[in-house]
């Protein structure tokens, strides 16, 4: 009986030792202090609440411990007038600010909201018992990667817009590295980037090209908004949506360094409109792809369908905002302006009511199955 204790002693250490030396190998490089972030363009979630920020301004992937940060109770989450508390935290009015993004750390369901003021000041909150606590960025444990031939700071597009906030249109975390969709200083300007983490000297990326059905053409200079890198069948796959708003695929083990990329467009979900952001959800088994839109309700597609569509759109779509490919339902969710998803069971967004209330709250996968 005594051996039996002390083997089971000996696997409870020789684990703990094993989770403390992964949590150190990630880590490694972590130094403290001011990882001086200019922007937070958009944000992900890594293994040991080690939050991605992506800045554009600074041109840059900043790693970031909050480990420390103790999970909290959002399972009731529910924050209204969400901009106006966020002003009045600030001293100032809603028309200085902009909240850039929402995520969620899917190890404690702790969220995170990122803000730039008018001054362009970056500024990150957490959300705790339905209030907000403004999280310091000034001393923080951190590693950081400077991102190679990023759009250039002077890059307009022909309306004469800055091009450089999309340095970092979107990024995840998946087994060991970062995926990064923006645009590069090339002459095919969107770009994929695959960075290893811990951050090496290596870093990986191509060019896209996708038929834009919506404007009739093959196009190398939009950005990915928003992607899902997921499974359909034994495949690796990114699911990336458009502005205006082609949905496309790409085999991410096809998406090689230094090469060219054209994507499989597999649906036109309508002109005249920017994805905001794309998470999988699963209800009663069935896996379904959420969409947020800034011109459009939320759209819900079922894997199913995704899996079964083997075509490609090649021809235009003329009719303003018709819909091509692969079907979607949209769902009674409209003004949807964040999203991510919130435990096994549901999803947290930030919404304009009708009423005009801005609010941050959750939603359960059962509202969105057939």
């Known amino acids: 009986m005594k051996s039996l204790i002390a083997f089971i002693i000996f696997l409870i250490l020789s684990f703990s030792s094993i989770i403390a030396n ?51 109770d959002n399972s009731k989450v529910k924050i209204d007038q969400l901009d106006k508390t966020i002003a009045d935290m600030l001293g100032t009015q809603i028309d200085q600010i ?31 018992n339905n209030a907000l606590k ?27 817009r800055e091009l450089r906030k999309w340095a970092v249109a979107d990024i995840k975390y998946t087994k060991g590295k970062i995926l990064l969709s923006g645009l590069s200083n090339k002459e095919f300007a969107s770009t994929f980037r695959t960075i290893d983490f811990p951050f090496t ?29 997921t499974t359909m069948g034994d495949t690796s796959y990114i699911v990336a949506a458009y ?13 090689k360094s ?28 069935t896996r379904y792809l959420l969409i947020a839109n800034n ?21 235009p779509v003329t009719i303003k905002g018709a819909a091509e490919g692969v079907n979607y ?9 964040q999203l991510d998803a919130y435990g096994a069971n549901g999803y947290v967004l930030i919404q304009r009511e009708s009423s005009g209330n801005l609010a941050l709250k959750q939603g359960r996968n059962w509202w969105i199955q057939k």
């Open 22 to 72: 992964s949590d150190a190998a990630l880590k490694v490089d972590f130094v403290t202090g001011n990882p001086e972030i200019t922007s937070i363009n958009a944000m992900t979630f890594g293994p040991e609440s080690i939050l991605f920020i992506g800045d554009s301004k600074s041109a840059q992937i900043v790693a970031v411990d909050l480990s420390a940060h103790t999970k909290v």
């Open 98 to 128: 902009q909240i850039t993004d929402m995520v969620v750390n899917q190890e404690n369901n702790n969220i995170y909201i990122s803000v730039t003021h008018s001054s362009g000041t970056p500024i990150l909150f957490r959300v705790e």
């Open 134 to 160: 403004q999280i310091s960025l000034d001393d923080v444990s951190f590693s950081k990667i400077s991102l190679v031939d990023p759009i250039s700071k002077e890059s307009k597009d022909r309306r004469g």
């Open 201 to 229: 000297d290596k870093q990986e990326y191509g060019s896209l090209e996708i038929y834009h059905a919506a404007h009739g053409k093959f196009e190398t200079h939009a950005p990915i908004k928003t992607f899902l890198p």
């Open 243 to 255: 502005t205006c708003t082609p949905l496309v695929v790409f085999p991410l083990d096809e998406v």
């Open 258 to 285: 230094g090469k060219h990329h054209k994507g499989r467009t597999v649906a036109e979900l309508g002109s005249g409109n920017s994805p905001l952001d794309i998470v999988e959800v699963k209800s009663d088994d």
């Open 295 to 315: 011109n459009r309700p939320l759209m819900r597609l079922d894997f199913k369908d995704l899996e079964a569509y083997k075509g490609s759109l090649t021809n």
């Open 329 to 337: 339902v949209n769902m009674p969710f409209v003004n949807v302006q």
